[in-house]
């Protein structure tokens, strides 16, 4: 679970930085629009969910 954990907040880490360069074009430019279709804060927070479902699990894990 560990090693899953640090491949999610790998992924998280990416995804932030794409969104910084999606933001680094212009409102209306046609890269941004087509990566803006890409639905990252949705994707975001997928992984947001899954960072802390494991986080959750990891502390029950080691709780017992």
Request: aromatic share 4%.
């Amino acid at each position: 679970m560990v090693e899953e954990r640090r491949k999610v907040e790998l992924v998280r880490h990416r995804l932030e930085d794409f969104q910084r360069l999606v933001g680094t074009y212009p409102e209306g430019h046609d890269t941004r629009v087509l990566l803006e279709n890409l639905n990252l804060d949705r994707a975001l927070g997928a992984v947001e969910e899954d960072i802390r479902d494991l986080v959750e699990r990891l502390v029950h894990t080691c709780g017992t």
